[in-house]
């Protein structure tokens, strides 16, 4: 799944694991101030509508409320309410990502990113055993994207995003690796295994910090997977720390992959990384 925000992509495995129901009311009266009685009514979602339109009813009031009713509707699309309802388990406070896995049904990896990657049924529930990844995961840092390989029917090889520890002195810095599936199902069984690190970005250098890891990878028609990596983020911020380049945007130096997406060519047979 390409990465957006964090915010984003844990509301679209909320999402995907309701269901979502659509509430309409009519929304028609409530862009008209012209027919106060009707702007209560159907500025019904529009706070100022449904009260000052509702409870009072006629005359100004009315009129209020038809217009700031219909306003505020239309803006919420005339007047709908979005609900979601739980259908399957609760699973962590710290959802970020879920990719459904090609020929599979239905069935999807989600993780968290504080570093759970859990296998989910096509019913949403989850299997019991859920490996964990080894990540960093204070401020904007952890375990940031899940992408499936398009041959996963074959090759069972997910792609792993996150944030390396800095507990043997060569980090922070984030990652890509891919990891082997195995899952039973029916016998509640998973498992992954990882496989050599496909492209590391340190942080390693004053000035950067825990925020602009980046995070994002998709695939191509063509099987490529791209990764996009942050600018280091901290004080620096964006800014080269080589010293030949002092001032520099680090994202137009090709010496290092900070503020770059990268294009990881047959990552999963013969990989081959490039700018």
């Not at 080269?240 to 990552?267: C, E, F, W, Y």
Request: aromatic share 6%; with cysteine; charged share 10%.
């Amino acid at each position: 799944m390409a990465h957006v925000s964090n915010g984003f992509r844990a509301a679209a495995v909320l999402a995907w694991l309701g269901v979502v129901g659509l509430l309409a009311s009519s929304g028609g009266a409530g862009c008209d101030p012209s027919n106060p009685g009707g702007a209560g009514t159907t500025g019904g979602t529009g706070t100022a509508g449904g009260t000052t339109g509702g409870t009072t009813g006629g005359g100004t009031a009315g009129t209020t409320g038809g217009t700031t009713g219909g306003t505020t509707g239309g803006t919420t699309g005339a007047g709908a309410l979005i609900e979601f309802t739980p259908v399957g388990e609760a699973l962590a406070s710290d959802l970020i990502d879920l990719e459904f896995l090609p020929g599979r049904g239905g069935e999807a990896v989600v993780i968290t990113k504080s570093g759970t990657v859990a296998y989910m049924r096509s019913d949403f529930t989850f299997l019991s055993y859920r490996p964990t990844v080894t990540v960093e995961d204070d401020d904007e840092q952890g375990l940031l994207n899940v992408a499936a390989d398009p041959g996963y029917a074959s090759n069972h090889l997910i792609y792993l995003f996150y944030t390396i520890s800095d507990g043997d002195g060569t980090g922070p810095g984030n990652r890509v690796q891919p990891f082997t599936v195995t899952v039973d199902v029916a016998g509640d069984s998973f498992a992954i295994a990882a496989q050599p690190v496909l492209v590391e970005t340190l942080k390693n250098f004053p000035g950067t910090g825990g925020n602009h890891n980046g995070g994002s990878l998709v695939f191509d028609a063509a099987g490529n997977l791209y990764a996009g990596f942050g600018d280091g983020g901290g004080s620096q911020s964006g800014l080269d720390p080589d010293p030949a380049h002092a001032g520099d945007d680090v994202s137009q130096n090709p010496a290092t992959n900070l503020g770059k997406v990268l294009r990881i060519a047959n990552p999963a047979t013969s990989p081959s990384v490039s700018i």
